[in-house]
């Protein structure tokens, strides 16, 4: 059975920066794409950014410049790196990996940017 845990989300100062993993148990397959969503409260669940297999990335408007997608190894599967965090970016932070057929998520981790 596929699991996928987010880890690296906190409570941060505006300006300041995290970097959020997503490990996996299982076994994935013919991975298409992985990506981070977040969800704020009273908001629908938004693409943050995303990584297809070929390398390729995008990133939503409100975080290029300052967020980074990677690829990790075959333990940790994708990091989101995240720099001159604002207090708009507080959310919960899922990540989704994009397989042949469907996707799997993760259960979140929260990330809260105040003073």
């Known amino acids: 059975q596929v699991q996928l845990v987010e880890s690296g989300g906190g409570l941060v100062q505006p300006g300041g920066s995290l970097r959020l993993s997503c490990a996996r148990s299982?076994?994935?397959?013919?991975?298409?794409?992985m990506g981070w969503y977040r969800q704020a409260p009273g908001k629908e669940r938004e693409l943050v950014a995303v990584?297809?297999?070929?390398?390729?990335?995008n990133y939503a408007d409100s975080v290029k410049g300052r967020f980074t997608i990677s690829r990790g190894n075959a333990k940790n599967l994708v990091y989101l790196q995240m720099n001159s965090l604002k207090p708009e970016d507080t959310a919960v932070y899922y990540c989704?990996?994009?397989?042949?057929?469907?996707?799997?998520w993760g259960q979140g981790t929260q990330v809260t940017v105040s003073d």
């Open positions: 990584i297809s297999s070929g390398g390729t990335t």
């Open positions: 989704n990996v994009a397989v042949v057929g469907g996707s799997f």
């Open positions: 299982g076994s994935i397959f013919s991975i298409n794409a």
